[in-house]
C-alpha cells in the first residue's frame, strides 16, 4: 500500500470499523511522523503503521512510532526476531507478514501477536513460493497457532466469509482500498484498476523482488529482459529508482511501477472508503446467512 496508504485512507478505514494502517515504507521519517499526528486528529479509533523491514531509515521510523504512541504495527519483508520484542516492550502490538510456513514458524517463535498470511493473488511484494491464498491459510495453520488474518484475493465480503471458513480471524485488504476516493494514489492509476480486467497483472521480477505488477510497458521491458536471461544487475538497473512513486503516485501509467492484486478485476468503480467499509459488512453477513448446510 506504499503510496496509497497515507493518514487520510487510513483514518477513513478506522472511522468506518476497520483498522486503517498507514504505509510507511514509501514515507520519509518526517513524512511518517505528519501522517500519524494527522491519523490521532482525524481519528479516536485504533490504527497501525504498516513497516517494510527493509525501509532504509528503520530506526527513524521506530524511534517516531513509539514516540507518537502508536499502538500496533504491522512489519514485513524482513525478520521479525530483530524488532518484535522492541516494540512488544514499548506496549505495541506486533503483527508480522508472512507468505509460507516457514517465516510463520519464525514469527511464533520471534513472539509475534498475530500474522497476516498473504498469497500469491496480492498486489505489490509477495512471497516465491507463489501459494494462493485458499492453500496458505490452511497449510499455515497447521504449523502456528498464532491469530491469523489472511490477505490476498481478498475484495469483497463473501471473500471475508471464504477466508473465516478457512480458520482465518480477520482479512487485511489492499487493492480496493488502493482505488478509494481516500487513497493518496494518483488519480490515473485509481483509473486504472478500474479497467483491468483478469490476466492484467503478473508477478514479476522473481529474480530481485517478487512484485505483483499491471502489464504495462514497463513490465513488458521486464519481460522481454527475463527471456534475455538478464542478470540481476541488469533488472536493477532497468527497474531504477522511485519506479513506484512515479507509477503510482505520479500517475505514469507507461514507465512506472504498478502495483495491484489479482482482485481489481472486480473493482469497477472509485468509492469512499467507508461506504466500501459498508459493503464490506453487509455483503458478510448475506454471505454467511445464504450458506446452508450440506
Ligand atoms: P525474501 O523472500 O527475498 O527474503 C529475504 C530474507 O529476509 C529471507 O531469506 C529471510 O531471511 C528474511 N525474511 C524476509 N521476509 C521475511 C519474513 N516475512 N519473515 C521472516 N523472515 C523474512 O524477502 P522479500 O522482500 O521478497 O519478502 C518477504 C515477504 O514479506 C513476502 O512474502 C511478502 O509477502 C512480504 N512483504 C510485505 C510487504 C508489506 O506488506 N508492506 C512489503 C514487502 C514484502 P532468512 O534467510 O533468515 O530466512
Ligand atoms: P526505490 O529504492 O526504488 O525508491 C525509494 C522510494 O522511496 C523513493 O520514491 C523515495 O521517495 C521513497 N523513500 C521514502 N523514504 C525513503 C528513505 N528513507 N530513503 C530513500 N527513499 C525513501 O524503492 P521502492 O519505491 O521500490 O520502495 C520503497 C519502499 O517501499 C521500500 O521500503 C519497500 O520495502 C517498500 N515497498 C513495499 C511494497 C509493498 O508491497 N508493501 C512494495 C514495494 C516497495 P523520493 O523519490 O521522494 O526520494
Redesign the pocket.
Known amino acids: 500500500?506504499?503510496w496509497c496508504s497515507g493518514w487520510r485512507l487510513a483514518s477513513a478505514v478506522s472511522n468506518a470499523g476497520g483498522l486503517g494502517l498507514i504505509?510507511a515504507?514509501s514515507m520519509y521519517p518526517d513524512v511518517l511522523r505528519e501522517h500519524i499526528q494527522k491519523c490521532k486528529a482525524a481519528t479516536d479509533k485504533p490504527f497501525g503503521v504498516?513497516l517494510?523491514?527493509?525501509y532504509p531509515s528503520i530506526e527513524e521510523h521506530i524511534a517516531i512510532i513509539i514516540e507518537e504512541g502508536v499502538k500496533i504495527v504491522?512489519t514485513?519483508?524482513?525478520?521479525?526476531a530483530k524488532w518484535t520484542s522492541y516494540l512488544k516492550s514499548h506496549g505495541i502490538t506486533v503483527v508480522?507478514?508472512?507468505?509460507?510456513t516457514?517465516?510463520a514458524i519464525?514469527?511464533q517463535e520471534a513472539g509475534v501477536d498475530a500474522i497476516?498470511a498473504?498469497g500469491f493473488e496480492?498486489g505489490?511484494?509477495?512471497?516465491?513460493e507463489e501459494t494462493t491464498t485458499l492453500c496458505l491459510i490452511p497449510t499455515v495453520k497447521e504449523v502456528c497457532s498464532l491469530p491469523l488474518i489472511a490477505a490476498g484475493g481478498i475484495g469483497s465480503g463473501n471473500a471475508i466469509a471464504a477466508v473465516m471458513a478457512l480458520g482465518a480471524e480477520g482479512a487485511q485488504i489492499g487493492s480496493l482500498f488502493a482505488a478509494s476516493e481516500e487513497s493518496s494514489a494518483h488519480p490515473e492509476f485509481k483509473k486504472k484498476i478500474t479497467e483491468l480486467k483478469d490476466g492484467d497483472t503478473e508477478l514479476s521480477l522473481k529474480q530481485l523482488?517478487?512484485v505483483r505488477l499491471i502489464k504495462n510497458e514497463f513490465y513488458q521491458k521486464v519481460k522481454i529482459a527475463e527471456h534475455q536471461c538478464a542478470s540481476s544487475e541488469e533488472l536493477q538497473a532497468l527497474l531504477g529508482r522511485g519506479r513506484a512513486k512515479k507509477g503510482m503516485f505520479e500517475g505514469d501509467m507507461n514507465e512506472g511501477e504498478l502495483e495491484i492484486g489479482q482482485i481489481s478485476s472486480t473493482i469497477h468503480q472509485i468509492k469512499p472508503a467507508a461506504q466500501i467499509m459498508g459493503e464490506l459488512i453487509s455483503d458478510y453477513n448475506n454471505s454467511i446467512q445464504q450458506l446452508k448446510p450440506l
Do not use: D, Q, Y
Open positions: 500500500m506504499i504505509g515504507g504498516n517494510p523491514l527493509l504491522f514485513s519483508a524482513g525478520n521479525p508480522h507478514v508472512i507468505a509460507n516457514k517465516f519464525k514469527c497476516v498473504e496480492a505489490g511484494h509477495n512471497g516465491r523482488t517478487p
